[in-house]
């Protein structure tokens, strides 16, 4: 009986519904903030006004109050409210198209049959049909292994000219394999 009299209150209420639809990958424009002797904290500020707290993050070369695009898929926050901020698992990171700057990403290593050949790094940005290219001018004889999963972070170089013409070049700072 009291189950009776509890089921239609608890629909209403909300707790046998099914759970809330929640955006996993984000892809977007904002402004980087890194941390400072204050107490702020790392975060990223979408143009939307959405605050995420990105992991992981690779300091070197980026600025404070620099305009980024990001992607990357989000996590649970389990400090709400204390902590309004969104994870955020960074697929790709650097400055808004068309500006020289810092790059973040989480790649694939892929050989290239064009031009002699050579080794390039692609992102798949999920969600999408969208392939980011990189065409990295330094990359180390260990890492140039057809699809080899990196993380990496280096200086994209819009102006260099390669033979290739396949992708953004890229001076690499650091290369892992994940």
């Avoid at 996590?75 to 808004?96: A, D, R, W």
């Avoid at 798949?124 to 699809?147: A, T």
Wanted: aromatic share 8%; charged share 15%.
């Amino acid at each position: 009986m009291l189950l009776c009299i509890l089921a239609p209150a608890c629909i209403v209420a909300g707790c046998l519904s099914p759970p809330a639809i929640e955006r996993k990958v984000v892809a977007d424009t904002g402004t980087l903030y890194l941390p400072d002797l204050f107490g702020s904290s790392l975060r990223i500020e979408s143009d939307h006004g959405i605050v995420y707290d990105p992991v992981p993050f690779p300091v070197i070369g980026f600025k404070n109050g620099m305009k980024v695009e990001f992607i990357g898929t989000t996590g649970q926050n389990t400090y709400y409210p204390v902590q309004t901020s969104i994870p955020l698992e960074l697929i790709l990171l650097h400055p808004i198209q068309g500006m020289a700057g810092p790059v973040y990403g989480i790649g694939r290593v892929t050989k290239v049959d064009i031009e002699g050949g050579f080794y390039g790094i692609t992102v798949n940005l999920p969600g999408q049909d969208r392939v980011i290219r990189y065409d990295p001018l330094d990359l180390d004889p260990e890492f140039q292994v057809d699809g080899l999963n990196i993380s990496f972070s280096g200086e994209e170089q819009p102006g260099v000219l390669t033979n290739a013409q396949w992708g953004t070049p890229l001076f690499l700072s650091r290369v892992k394999a994940v």
